[in-house]
């Protein structure tokens, strides 16, 4: 299948990917461009752990062609941590014992990410929806949706 | 000069034991920079996926690759066929029977793998899947286990035919597995034959799959230059899988390493050695380049490790009073297509013989039926520790029938059989010895705090009303830390587990342990066991296990063992290290071991204020003054075989509202007691409780994995599989009590999987409760809308 | 997953033509949305092929229809399909019955009864949307056998038959196939509740 050539801004920079038509973001993301950060679960956009940022909107990247994303703004997990520190979210979720094996937690602080910026003051029943696109089989939710509460009262301090 | 507020500043500078530490692993994971099986990558690394078959049962008359290697970018395709000179076509299974590692002239269950594609990528890979052209003649199948010893039954395992000695018993028909009993069966019937009041109940304990959000797969890599095999895979009992495929591959266990990296949850789906594990290293090896292999969803769900599938009786006699005189148990179990069950090799029907529960039992029988079925292989423990769901489930919900048959209320039945304080050490009339206990205390405190009195008023008037509310109750006792060697092993290697401790001259820490973690935090609280003991800042510890080059051997981290047996290692590990640190601590100061005690980091000189030595100190003597005939350094390893088992127990109460028309519940309340013994990191402990009882209620409310008659398996995707999102999963309510295990060298008994084990009868009993003035005695499950509505018509309750 | 349908349509020629047309097997073969026969192998066997396009999957079986008899006194055909798709991840059994009987108004009505049999994928991701689409399969076929043997007599409704066969699709028609497999299955929600 002939390759074509992708531009799109991942976490600011600008990168170059030459794809074939029928690859999926979360492969080209993961394989091409090294940021193993998204992970796979599903393949049926269920699980929401390939969740990324694209142009403000919270994308399930596993059901996403790399080629849709030209000209797109970008943002994954890698990009959330800053030179001066972890981000409000994530270091909530360290706080509240957000994450047990770590594999849904990019995916659900890119979609804590956006939510916070949709809903800035949610509470929990606003959590619980906004983030249900999201799975996690191992902490049962409820020190995510405090892990959220409080990167939402944070960020309003901050 | 020493105050209590400095003593006490040192102890909390620790971050040992009993507090609620934040997590070492969580920095990478928070940053995307974990690192899982799918994502390591090797030069030159290819793709491997798998031919699966559209049929639960057929033979196969040939296999065509032709067109699939014709495709660029395919570089093998491999079948039974390339795996027989090298009797690599099957493989033996934990429990003594032998699984196809690709399918050997028959299939015996939808999705078997019978053809491995290697190729460039995933794509590719998926191409050639497409082009493999295998021809089948379909074959009768058989779905049902109650139909399987039947004269008509199709015989499954023409492999088997005529071997009439299973490994575990003598077979009474080519489907039959095994039979295994526990307890004395005329003793038992003489007590039901005598009995004032029996009870029984037939109950089926549906097939689940564990469905971590990572699916299983390996990166194998055969460095053919140095005749070294490495393998990253998605396992929980890395070490288990190093002796497997030495044994199976013929290479030392000396040139395999086996490194499980991060995993992405694993809840008993990552114990068993699967065919795909096996079919990449071959390919490998064949290669001579790194293959990878991950599994997708549907293959997940489809073939790798389902739990349960137990179709049980439970029969209790008891008198009028409701003091239970004995216990029947019959089992049929469901094993699919091959038994790759992971259990201790005694044990083909695990620990199902702690099904007395928490209650004075007299005299008890366990009969167990293993059968072949077209269905996957599997039975797993999920979350949880060798059929002690299915038995604690057993045992709970014929506790209720009978309290309902004679009137008593739930709490009270378990009140008047519980085993008392007082008889701790009991040994169960099933061979159990439970080590501690305090079962009125626990039931108690859930009683009170929820208002069990009140809520029963409550239900009383909302009957009353023609409304359904349920209230469900359940004092378990699990069985976990598996286990003492003298009877538990897998492969013939003791379920010991291990600890190796190091410290450096500066007085900072290296431990390995023989488990690995899976998101239950291992890396944060085994360095709070050992900061306790050696008075060294659990932040100065690192914590290593899976890579099997640089960890001692252990059976690993399944059936809630980590605490129980490697936490067991680490302590005394740790108490090895500090009984060489008390020699040179006496050398140092000059004085005789008894005239030293400890406090916190340090040795002290009783009676003489200021002469001490704290661990850091002694750390650094150890690497250049030791007392003479002492050897240097500061390390020591430990392989603990644990004396007995432990045995956590809870009382779990649950509030439910049923809505008439639709069937929907609404779980209103759910408050969950824990007894886990001593507590190492409460934070994290209620984490494992909040997801136990997630999963939990995933089991009871909605997974099932249905079979069609010809044994195709009706979704095997998250579009049907259930798993609870943020929305319909429940608030939980934690508390506990504190019964230390007296056998473990600091008290712990493992917690992870009681919240699993315990809240599942839960919801049963709180469903059946809804439903209970209606003569309704048991509702299988999953408790999901539509199978509740039918319930609630057949009751004749909808309005119109 | 194996699923059992009894159809009736209404034809518009008499059971004479019906009969005649039912006979030919390349003739109800093209009845079914999708399919051909390929290849006579003689004596009632065919090898034919199936493409159905359902919204993004498309799924093509291979496989060969066995005329098990032919009934004239009963005016009945008893014949199985049986194909594997070209994936090799699914495959489909269908054992048709169909007969035909005269009506009182000199026209004529085919009956038929199916068991169909679905294998693989097809049956872990379809299952339960099966009878629905087997359902609106058939009905598709239906229609176009209807006007198969309107087609066998003569004037304007013969004509416009002739005209709605030439534009008949190569192929089972996605959106509004999957469109009437929704409306079929909404229905069946609430049929089944009462």
């Known amino acids: ?158 | 000069m020493d105050t209590v507020a400095d003593k006490q500043k040192r102890e909390d500078s620790l971050n040992g034991v009993g507090c609620s530490r934040k997590r070492k692993e969580d920095a990478r994971f928070i940053q995307g920079k974990g690192n899982y099986t799918d994502d390591i990558k090797m030069p030159g690394m290819l793709f491997a996926d798998m031919v699966r078959s559209p049929y639960a049962h057929a033979r196969i008359i040939s296999i065509n690759t032709e067109k699939a290697l014709a495709l660029p970018g395919v570089h093998a395709v491999l079948t039974a066929a390339d795996l027989k000179p090298l009797n690599l076509h099957w493989m033996p299974t934990l429990a003594g029977d032998v699984q196809a590692v690709l399918a050997d002239e028959k299939v015996h269950f939808q999705y078997q793998e019978v053809a491995l594609v290697v190729a460039d990528d995933r794509y590719i890979a998926a191409d050639a899947i497409d082009l493999v052209e295998v021809e089948y003649e379909e074959l009768p199948v058989l779905v049902d286990p109650h139909k399987a010893m039947t004269a008509e039954a199709p015989i499954l395992r023409e492999d088997l035919v005529g071997k009439m000695e299973g490994a575990h018993s003598t077979r009474k028909h080519d489907n039959h597995i095994f039979n295994w009993q526990a307890g004395e069966k005329d003793a038992t019937d003489r007590v039901f034959d005598a009995a004032e009041v029996t009870v029984s109940q037939d109950m089926v304990y549906h097939r689940v799959h564990p469905c971590p959000l990572e699916t299983c797969g390996c990166v194998a890599s055969m460095d053919k230059i140095n005749g070294k095999l490495t393998v990253y895979l998605t396992s929980q009992a890395p070490h288990v899988v190093r002796t497997v495929v030495s044994m199976l591959s013929g290479l030392p266990e000396s040139s395999v390493r086996i490194v499980s990296p991060d995993i992405g949850g694993g809840f008993g789906n990552k114990v068993g050695i699967y065919p795909g594990y096996v079919a990449s290293i071959v390919a490998s090896i064949v290669l001579g380049v790194p293959v990878k292999w991950v599994e997708d969803r549907m293959e997940n769900i489809s073939t790798t490790a389902f739990a349960r599938d137990y179709h049980m009786r439970g029969e209790l006699a008891a008198d009028s009073n409701g003091i239970i005189k004995a216990l029947r148990v019959n089992v049929l179990a469901d094993h699919g297509a091959f038994d790759s069950c992971a259990d201790p090799s005694k044990f083909p029907a695990g620990f199902m013989h702690i099904c007395t529960g928490s209650y004075d039992i007299p005299v008890a029988h366990l009969n167990v039926d293993g059968v072949y079925t077209n269905k996957a292989p599997g039975g797993v423990s999920y979350r949880c520790s060798f059929r002690v769901t299915e038995a604690v489930y057993v045992i709970e919900r014929t506790m209720d029938v009978l309290a309902q048959k004679l009137g008593i209320d739930k709490a009270e039945i378990r009140r008047r059989n519980f085993v008392k304080k007082e008889q701790f050490p009991y040994t169960t009339c099933l061979g159990f010895e439970l080590d501690s206990g305090d079962y009125h205390t626990a039931l108690e405190k859930v009683l009170d705090a929820v208002d069990y009195k009140g809520l029963r008023r409550e239900q009383e008037e909302k009957r009353a009303n023609g409304e359904l509310m349920g209230i469900g109750l359940v004092t378990f006792t699990e069985v976990v830390g598996a286990g003492p060697s003298k009877s538990c092993d897998i492969l013939g290697v003791g379920m010991f587990d291990s600890a190796e401790i190091r410290v450096h001259p500066t007085g900072s820490v290296m431990a390995r342990m023989g488990t690995i973690t899976q998101g239950q935090g291992h890396q944060t609280t085994y360095a709070q066991i050992i900061a306790s003991e050696l008075g060294i800042t659990s932040d100065e510890i690192a914590i290593e296990e899976g890579d099997t080059d640089t960890s001692p051997y252990g059976l690993g981290t399944y059936g809630s063992r980590s605490t129980p047996v490697g936490g067991a290692a680490t302590a005394v590990a740790a108490r090895k290290i500090k009984a060489k640190a008390k020699k040179i601590a006496a050398h140092l100061l000059e004085v005789s071991e008894d005239d030293l005690e400890w406090e916190v980091d340090r040795f002290k000189v009783k009676g003489v204020p200021g002469q001490e030595k704290t661990m850091k100190d002694i750390a650094w003597a150890a690497y250049n003054n030791v007392p003479e005939g002492m050897e240097p350094g500061l390390e020591a390893v430990d392989y603990y075989d644990p004396p007995n088992f432990t045995f956590p127990f809870g009382a779990y109460l649950c509030v439910v509202d049923i809505d008439k028309d639709t069937g929907v519940t609404d779980i209103r309340r759910f408050y969950a007691l824990d007894d886990c013994g001593t507590r190492i990191n409460p934070m994290i402990i209620d984490g494992q409780i909040h997801g136990g009882l997630t999963e939990g209620y995933a089991v009871a409310m909605g997974q099932e994995m249905p079979y069609d008659e010809e044994g195709n398996l009706l979704g095997n995707t998250l579009m049907d599989y259930f798993l609870p999102t943020f929305v319909e999963t429940p608030k939980w309510e934690t508390d506990y009590t504190v019964t230390p295990s007296p056998h473990h060298p600091i008290g712990a008994k493992g917690v992870a999987e009681s919240p699993h084990v315990g809240s599942i009868p839960t919801f049963t009993s709180a469903m059946v409760d809804a439903f209970a003035h209606l003569d309704v005695t048991h509702m299988d499950m999953p408790h999901n809308a539509y199978r509740v509505w039918k319930q609630i018509k057949a009751l004749g309750l909808l309005d119109n | 997953m194996k699923v059992d349908l009894n159809k009736e349509f209404s034809l518009p020629g008499t059971g004479v033509q019906a009969w005649t047309f039912l006979q030919d097997i390349r003739g109800v073969a093209s009845c079914m949305p999708g399919a051909e026969i390929t290849e006579d192998l003689g004596d009632g066997n065919y090898k034919g092929k199936v493409k159905a396009k359902i919204g993004p999957a498309t799924m093509a079986f291979n496989g060969d229809i066995i005329i098990q008899n032919i009934d004239a006194e009963k005016r009945e055909l008893h014949m199985i399909g049986k194909g594997q798709d070209t994936k090799g991840s699914s495959s489909a059994t269908m054992d048709l019955r169909a007969w035909v009987e005269d009506t009182e108004d000199g026209k004529s009505v085919l009956q038929g009864v199916a068991t169909v049999t679905v294998n693989g994928k097809a049956a872990s991701l379809g299952g339960r949307m099966m009878t629905q689409v087997a359902d609106q399969m058939l009905n598709q076929f239906g229609k176009s056998f209807a006007n198969n043997v309107a087609s066998m007599g003569e004037g304007e409704e013969a004509e416009m038959a002739r005209d709605k066969i030439a534009e008949q699709p190569a192929e089972l028609n996605g959106l509004a196939f999957a469109w009437s497999v929704f409306v079929g299955w909404f229905g069946s929600l609430f049929s089944s509740k009462k």
Not at chain 1, 3 to 19: E, P, R
Not at chain 1, 87 to 107: K, N, R
Not at chain 1, 126 to 152: D, K
Request: glycine share 8%; with cysteine; net charge negative.
């Open chain 1, 1 to 158: 299948m002939a390759k074509q050539a992708v531009s799109f801004t991942l976490n600011g920079k600008t990168v170059d990917v030459l794809v074939e038509p029928r690859e999926l973001l979360i492969h080209t993301l993961r394989e091409n461009l090294n940021q193993t950060g998204a992970h796979i679960g599903c393949e049926t956009s269920h699980c929401g752990v390939c969740t990324v940022d694209i142009d403000g909107e919270s994308v399930k990247s596993c059901t996403l062609l790399t080629v849709q994303t030209a000209g797109s703004d970008v943002k994954s997990v890698e990009g959330m941590a800053t030179a001066d520190g972890l981000h409000v979210i994530q270091q909530a979720f360290v706080d509240e014992h957000g994450l047990q094996c770590g594999f849904c937690t990019p995916g659900m602080l890119m979609r804590a990410y956006r939510f916070l910026q949709e809903n800035p003051d949610p509470n929990d029943e606003e959590i619980r929806w906004g983030m249900s696109g999201n799975l996690c089989r191992c902490t049962g939710y409820q020190n995510i949706i405090n892990a959220v509460r409080t990167a939402a009262k944070n960020l309003q301090q901050a």
